[in-house]
């Protein structure tokens, strides 16, 4: 079993996860020069705020997120991805390399360091002057944590991860609700194991603000299609701790899956628009599969899933470009995505906006090859 965990791990995309920051690939100058000329204005320092309390990382070091001021009434809040471990041996920071990201100081927890929406220089980012609250991630249970666990490895040796991740993000959000009482639009989206979370928060956060626009996009998290799923989802106790719902009471937990989070937080508010990116050969989501079990091609599981959910909320939007990248929202890449004569740049915007876009897919016209 470690062999081939050994292995898996060794792959080029996985290390690309655990690093949390893909090389991009390359582009024209064409194709990279912005689509008109603006004057943009010097972006704002991030800000680092440590909230203590219960907020922790995986082996117990400290918790810490990054805030830059921008227009108080429109806060787009990003839960940040690197990896996942629910098993002694995946969450031993002996197996190399380790398969998600265990501190919050690391580069890939830096906005400072990451492109695309956090680029506040480029002229054709959505969210340029948006206050931005960047939530790094670094307790391997894709921000939905529910307390501590101590798993044993294959070689009899305990490990206790500290899977706080829903007190990280709720300190974070605390945070949003103190300073920005008052926001009138809320973009809640994640790349990632962050994706996995953030339609579960974009409910939390609609709760709280009645008044507001909330609209949720989960990048690069679409594919994960498999029945060990809900065992991985009780390792990690993302059911503990839930608002009581009736939404969460009518999930059988047993055979729960990512998309439930979607199902939940639109049953709940219906109003919110529900968004998802992914790049259909995801070979990030490839390699998870086959930790969790499955090794059928990522394009498939992913159309299922989106089928699935556009059957129970007609109102969600996908967007599926070709190649098999990981996420968008963090790298330049984000600016030439492109599927059906869209790019992501701009359908992200139109979200960003409260514009009515359409799902997307380069499956449409054959363009994924």
Known sequence: MITRISALLAAPAFLALVSGCQASPPVSPEAAAPVSVAIVPEAEPWATIEPGGDTL?????????????GDPERVMVFLNGGGACWSGDLCDLQTAPTPYTPFAEMDSNNPELLEGVFDEANPANPFAGWTQVFVPYCTGDSHLGGGDVTYTTSADQEVTVHHRGKANV????????????????????????????????????????????VVHMADG???YRSP??????????AFKGVPDWPEFAAIDQATASTEDFFRVTAARHPEMQMARFDNVDDAVQQDFLTLLGTGEPVR????????????????????????NAHTSLRFSRFYTEEAGGVTLVDWVRGLANGEAVASVSCQSDQSCD
């Open 57 to 69: 990382c995986a082996t117990g070091t400290p918790f810490r997120f990054h805030v830059r001021s």
């Open 228 to 237: 060990a799923i809900a065992g991985v989802l009780a390792a990690w106790g």
């Open 300 to 323: 498939g599981l992913l159309a299922a899933n989106n089928a699935d959910l556009a059957g129970d909320i007609p109102t969600i939007r996908a967007f599926e470009a070709p190649g």
């Open 221 to 223: 998290a679409g594919g």
């Open 170 to 213: 709720q300190a974070a959000l605390d945070w949003v609700y103190a300073n920005h009482a008052d926001a009138r639009r809320i973009f809640m989206t994640g790349g990632s194991a962050g994706a996995i979370a953030s339609p579960y928060y974009a409910g939390i956060v609609a709760d709280h603000y009645p008044q507001a626009d």
